[in-house]
């Protein structure tokens, strides 16, 4: 069985590798348009979270 769950901070990296070497349409499909904009950065992740996180707060 597949579980998710929230990423975690020393998986940011991860995330930027799967997406070396691909281009803009590739990070699209995974991520849409809205979320994160090409390239991705480890700082983009960082917000990401960071925005999710102060929603579950409020």
């Known amino acids: 069985m597949i579980g998710i769950k ?3 901070e020393d998986s940011y990296q991860k995330i930027i590798e799967w997406n070396e ?3 803009e349409d590739y990070l699209y ?3 849409g ?3 994160y904009y ?3 950065s480890v700082e983009q992740v ?3 979270v ?7 707060v409020n």
């Open 6 to 8: 929230p990423v975690e």
């Open 21 to 23: 070497g691909k281009g």
């Open 29 to 31: 499909q995974w991520a």
């Open 33 to 35: 348009h809205k979320v």
């Open 38 to 40: 090409y390239p991705i």
């Open 46 to 48: 960082k917000m990401r």
């Open 50 to 56: 960071n925005e999710k996180e102060l929603r579950k």
